[in-house]
């Protein structure tokens, strides 16, 4: 069955650091690009950060440029995110996704498959 299985969010301070996982336990995306999008209080989901199917090749959203890092282990066949100096404006529900790689860069921001989301709460 395919699903992603996200795991790693939690209550951190700011200047902290957290890494979000994502499963498939399936396999099912091994040849898919993968991303990571998030959604805070009142505000529409948008594009965190993403990779290609080989890992080879990474894309970020100018808020996570320089502070978040996406990575695959497809042996494991789990992504990344490791958030570094974390801010109070990072506080939402992170999602991994799986899909197109130019869907997910471009206008319509989404993907084919989700996961049901971490919550990530950075405090001041």
């Known amino acids: 069955q395919e699903q992603l299985v996200e795991s790693g969010g939690g209550l951190v301070q700011a200047g902290g650091s957290l890494r979000l996982s994502c499963e498939d336990p399936?396999?099912?995306?091994?040849?898919?690009?993968m991303g990571w999008f998030r959604q805070a209080p009142g505000k529409a989901r948008e594009f965190v950060a993403a990779?290609?199917?080989?890992?080879?090749?990474?894309f970020y959203a100018d808020s996570a440029k320089g502070r978040f890092a996406i990575s695959r282990d497809n042996a494991k066949s789990t992504v990344y995110l490791q958030m570094n100096s974390l801010k109070p404006e990072d506080t939402a529900v992170y999602y991994c996704?799986?899909?197109?790689?130019?869907?997910?860069?471009?206008?319509?921001?989404?993907?084919?498959?989700w996961g049901k989301g971490t919550l990530v709460t950075v405090s001041s």
């Open positions: 996704a799986a899909g197109s790689i130019a869907i997910m860069l471009g206008p319509e921001s989404t993907a084919a498959y």
């Open positions: 399936a396999r099912a995306f091994k040849n898919e690009g």
């Open positions: 990779t290609s199917w080989s890992g080879s090749s990474t």
